[in-house]
Structures are given as C-alpha cells and as structure tokens.
C-alpha cells in the first residue's frame, strides 16, 4: 500500500514536500514515480526515480524546480517542489513499478501499483 500526503494551499513562488510512504519493504526495490492530474486533463508523469535512488526522471515543466529522492530506510520516496505555479495545480499520485528496479518510463501504463492522491493547490 501507497500512502501520500504532503499536499496543502500555497502561494506562487512557496514549497511543498510530498511523502509517499509504501507499508511493505519490498517497495525499496521498485522503480517509484510521482505523477498529477488536473481537473480536466490526463494524468502525466512528473518524476521518476530508480529502486537505489541514483537515477532520477522528470518532466521538462519541472525541472530545476522538483527534486525526487527516496530513502529505503523509511520505505518512503519525496517529492520536493519548489518555486510553485498555478499550473501544478492537481492531485499528486504515487506509483510503483512492481516488475522494474529501474524508471520503466513515464507512461501510466509503465507503473501497476497506485497510491491515492494529495491535493496540491496553488494560488496566485
């Protein structure tokens, strides 16, 4: 199980940090990645990071802003997002790809495992 949190209102140029928390150690050697979507709109990949963390993936709307780092430790993976607009907007979603230790890709379809989402909402 996938459990997220983090999400909050916030103003434009403000940080958040999200947390996904899986219950079961076996996550750590998944491929892990968050994704989002918006009221209307499909659910697109944001980032990705392989099972030991060396290897990391974003969307080019978020780079230099979002930094994606896991600590097996904790079975949890973050989602740091700084410098925040309007159009991140959206439902925050955790993922794993139970049959990968490396990022599989950024479509839906590369990830099997769902967490529900967290709410991430920025006002300008």
């Known amino acids: 199980q996938l459990q997220a949190s983090g999400g909050g209102l916030v103003q434009v140029g403000d940080s958040l940090t999200l947390s996904c928390a899986a219950s079961?150690?076996?996550?750590?050697?998944?491929?892990m990645a968050w994704f989002r979507q918006a009221p209307g709109k499909e659910r697109e990949f944001v980032s990705g990071?392989?099972?030991?963390?060396?290897?990391?993936d974003y969307t080019d709307s978020v780079k230099g802003r979002f930094t994606i780092t896991r600590d097996n430790a904790r079975n949890t993976v973050y989602l740091q997002m700084n410098n925040l607009k309007p159009e991140d907007t959206a439902i925050y979603l955790c993922?794993?790809?139970?049959?990968?230790?490396?990022?599989?890709?950024?479509?839906?379809?590369?990830?099997?495992?769902w967490g529900q989402g967290t709410q991430v909402t920025v006002s300008s």
């Open positions: 079961e150690g076996t996550f750590r050697r998944y491929a």
């Open positions: 990071i392989n099972w030991r963390g060396g290897s990391t």
């Open positions: 993922a794993a790809s139970t049959s990968s230790l490396m990022i599989p890709g950024t479509d839906t379809l590369d990830y099997n495992y």
